[in-house]
């Protein structure tokens, strides 16, 4: 299990605050079943069994860049599309920072992420104010790269904002191989979120917010 340390404290006296940002997220539908642990501060290892394999992949390629402990299972029903289970897995992921983040106190809270992958180059903010919104940008020459449903991309960006509660703005501005470009948005991603969710030492166990409150009503 992850920790991350702060000191807080007045004059010469100090304490440190030990936090363990991991958590456990199931969701089980007649669509999808889905089983998530995460661990915010960990190595970027993982254990991701879903289908398609590029999807692993990708998945794989945030947990990495974003040094996040990920485990996920996910099945669903691709006899019909990928729509279901792509949608889902994001919304089961941003559930599982949501939930290791908890009150989201002491936290950068935003991030942004320029990454470019050879030819390709994509960018990703995120922001962790309570408020699921989500911006999608993108465009891919085929319609699946491996056995992965470019289509379905947003719908994964849409479901993470949602489970996230936060924006989730990604932008996709050149790219020559649609495998490049994916992996040039995932990659990114990861950054963003690693950024965001790093503690700031200067804020200590205060909110990253001019109203001192994170909530499910939005925050500025």
């Known amino acids: 299990m992850g920790k991350q340390a702060f000191s807080e404290g007045h004059g010469n006296s100090s304490k440190e605050v030990i936090m363990n940002r991991s958590s456990q997220v199931e969701r089980k539908t007649k669509e999808t079943q889905i089983s998530i642990s995460l661990d915010l501060d960990g190595r970027g290892e993982t ?16 947990a990495c860049h974003g040094l996040f402990d990920l485990s996920l299972q996910a099945e669903g029903d691709l006899q019909v599309d990928q729509h279901h289970l792509m949608e889902d897995t994001g919304l089961v992921l941003g559930e ?6 908890g009150e989201r106190k002491g936290i950068y809270r935003s991030g942004f992420y320029l990454f470019p992958m050879e030819d390709a180059l994509s960018a990703a903010a995120v922001d962790l104010s309570g408020r699921p919104y989500h911006k999608y940008k993108a465009s891919f020459k085929r319609r699946f790269v491996g056995e992965m449903d470019t289509d379905c991309l947003e719908d ?30 995932f990659k990114a991603l990861g950054k963003s979120l690693r950024m965001a969710c790093t503690r700031d030492s200067r804020l200590g166990d205060r909110f990253p917010s001019t109203k001192e409150v994170m909530d499910n009503g939005g925050d500025y």
């Open 156 to 185: 994964f960006i849409y479901g993470l904002s949602v489970g996230l509660r936060g924006t989730v703005n990604v932008t996709m501005y050149q790219g020559r191989s649609d495998h490049h470009k994916m992996e040039s948005v």
């Open 47 to 62: 254990k991701i069994t879903i289908i398609p394999a590029f999807f692993a992949h990708m998945l794989e390629a945030l």
């Open 96 to 101: 599982a920072f949501s939930k290791a983040l």
